[in-house]
């Protein structure tokens, strides 16, 4: 294939693509997926902690992974859409909760370890018993703050919460109509446990505990038999679906910290957006003007270099939403922004190792083909250079900072796309017609291209 | 052509010592000052309102405090596009769900809209991780880097293209302790990719000054490096401009984050385009003249140039 076709191929490939990019992104609102800070709601990255004596490495992947479907399932039963839970690393999961209103609420769900136990009161210390009947006579719901079984007290629990099948919020019927509760089925084992136990200790105090907390302290009325058992504390309705959510789920193999947690306001983040894309607007204006005043022709056709560009890098963008894999977070904005800059530098080695071979004796044809080339090379260089910083801050950075460094690394690839099938094939097609006939309009002085034939002779190559 | 002739190298000692000052004053400054890191660093809470109606400062501090946030400093938010003054609320509480209930409270109480808010909670511990990540992606990197050009370049090209480096580093830290602007993660971050451009910066002049060194007999290295800075000045100050354009577009009317990005891409670039042609391009030159091939042209040029 002799060049001319191979350039009308590149242009037209180029061309396919930008097309191809606009029905992937159009309407962009809609076709990219927005992160958790523009779009509102609640982000928390959950640590897994270890047990006293453990070390992080003791931390397994298997209880990661079951740890990981629990708060799925926790997050589920939320009701909002597109809820996700990704591993973080070997010891985090990041949740991401959009558009959640009750964000308080939220967290004290996914926040919680899920660890209930039925206890005897008699079998702890007095000073917490004491508590529990202090908070037990003056109990409102949603009142004064439960009592918390210190962490060096050890006690035995009766039954414990995996024993649980299955748990549901209501309302009590009969004496205490209206109050709300929580009603567990258990299975058979706990079943037996449960009836000797109530059996054999009618009149006593039991405590249910959720996390070392005592969420109520009922006495024991009569037998259970059937497994079929009420708590009815000081229970707000929230608290109870809460709890029925967090028993049906199962507790964590591993008690999980909230420790990056970010909830932002549905408007806030739309504002943020807004001022980001208006940012990128007038930013790309005045590059385009300058680009324009100059290098005229090759200003022009680095803006729509620039036009390109953004199609490319928009439609990626889409792409990889549509495969759930990208989502455009703020820094995620200021990287791109910081690519329209990287876009219009290459654009300017272009035009400028393109003039400047000019100047130095080359036709404007053999400039056309060599300046692109090694301006490629050079432009390809700085990309490197930047896509590794980039790499480095993607791959070991934590946190938000990973959306800055993905779309910085995007914004490469198309860069260096837009260089191979746009630039540079345009510039050797022109080359040979228009851009030689009047040079000036594209910014080329004519003395450059008039002096070609003596400064050739004196065999100045250019070299940048 | 567009071309100057300015002699950059002559008037070198001026530039070095534009450069010691900034140094110097950086580095007082880290001294004196200090960095401010962000909750991301030391745990802690940030709560940013993006409306503050009819609040005052003090107002929105005595309801923080109520509302039983420890530590509460409260600053004010300028307006900007779209955007309304609001404020920004610190506080080292830890606790996700404690600082959650606490900002809902108090917002409420001073008669806010509560879903015009967002609450940044970082954990105690989160904070070394964050920091250790930072750090290994900057050292990564610039390892990365410096190998790259290692390999491509000279090594007394990859030594005062780190000094230059350093000093770009220095002299933006140093603008964040003089002005007492919060160092996030996203400052790191940034700095992180200006490092890469800085270095492009200086990889361009030293390409150019590598090739025109190529069979040098007729001036000395110093007036041939000078040459070569001329000849790339215009495509330095283009490529800068058009990259500061955007990002200082981006300072004037980004929200908090994006400022945050802003700013520090704005000096980093800066310094970076400065440190290429003032810094790293000179000290190369020196290096190199001390060969004694180019010690010679310099003993037999020292007249004419």
Known sequence: ?464 | MHKFNIDFMGHRNIMFGISLVLLVVAIASLGLRGLQFGVEFKGGTVVAIADSGSVTQPQMTDAFKAAGLPNVVVQGSQAGVNAKAGFIIRSSETSAAAASAAADKAIKAVGLSASEKTVTTIGPNWGANVTSSALLALGVSILAILLYVSLRFEYKMSVTAVIALVHDIVITLGLYALIGWEVTPNVVAALLATLGYSLYDTIVVFHRIKENSQGLVKTSYMSMANESINEVLIRSINTTLTSLIPVVVLLLFGGSTLKDYALALTIGLTSGAYSSIGVAAPLFAMWKEREPKFAALAKKYANAS
């Open chain 1, 1 to 464: 294939m002799d060049p001319k076709q191979r350039n009308y191929l590149l242009l037209a490939l180029c061309a396919i693509l930008v097309i191809g990019s606009w029905v992937m992104f159009m309407p962009p609102q809609l076709r990219i997926r927005q992160g958790l800070d523009i779009q509102g709601g609640l982000s928390v990255i959950l640590q897994a902690k270890p047990s006293p004596g453990q070390s992080a490495q003791d931390i397994t992947s298997g209880d990661m992974d079951k740890a990981e479907l629990i708060i799925n399932n926790r997050v589920n039963k939320l009701g909002a859409s597109e809820t996700s839970v990704q591993r973080q690393g070997g010891d985090a999961l990041l949740v991401q909760l959009p558009g959640i209103k009750d964000q308080t609420a939220a967290l004290k769900l996914i926040d919680t370890t899920g660890k209930l136990e039925f206890v005897d009161v008699s079998s702890l210390p007095s000073a917490t018993i004491a508590a529990i009947n202090a908070w037990q006579s003056n109990k409102s719901p949603g009142g004064s703050a439960r009592p918390v079984i210190p962490a060096d007290v050890v006690y035995k629990p009766v039954l414990r919460g995996d024993m649980i099948t299955n748990a549901t919020a209501g309302q009590s019927s009969g004496a205490n109509a209206g109050q709300v509760t929580v009603t567990l089925t258990m299975n058979s084992q706990a079943t037996d446990l449960w009836a000797k136990y109530t059996t054999a200790n009618v009149g006593k105090q039991v405590a249910i505990v959720l996390d070392r907390v005592v969420q109520s302290a009922p006495a024991i009325q009569e037998p259970i038999v059937s497994g079929n058992t009420e708590i009815s504390g000081s229970f707000t309705v929230d608290e109870a679906n809460n709890l029925a959510t967090v028993l049906q789920t199962g507790s964590l193999p591993v008690t999980l910290e909230a420790q990056d947690v970010r909830s932002v306001g549905p408007t806030l983040g739309q504002s943020s957006l807004i001022q980001g894309v208006y940012a990128a607007l007038v930013g790309l204006l005045i590059v385009a003007i300058y680009l324009i005043v100059f290098y005229r022709g090759m200003g022009a056709l680095s803006v729509i270099g620039l036009g390109v560009f953004a199609s490319l890098f928009l439609g990626l963008l889409a792409l990889l939403s549509a495969f759930g894999v990208f989502a455009l977070s703020l820094p995620g904005i200021a990287g791109m922004v910081l690519t329209i800059g990287l876009a219009a530098d290459s654009s300017i080695l272009i035009n400028e190792r393109f003039r400047e071979e000019i100047g130095m004796g080359k036709t404007v044809r053999s400039a056309a083909a060599s300046g692109t080339k090694h301006a490629i090379i050079t432009s390809a260089d700085a990309d490197i250079v930047t896509f590794v910083s980039a790499l480095a801050l993607f791959v070991f950075a934590i946190g938000p900072v990973k959306g800055f460094a993905l779309t910085l690394m995007l914004g490469i690839v198309c860069d260096l796309v837009m260089m191979l099938l746009y630039s540079r094939p345009l510039i050797m097609i022109l080359g040979e017609t228009i851009i030689q006939k009047s040079p000036a309009v594209w910014g080329i002085p004519k003395q450059a291209v008039a002096a070609r034939g003596v400064a050739a002779k004196k065999g100045g190559a250019a070299n940048a």
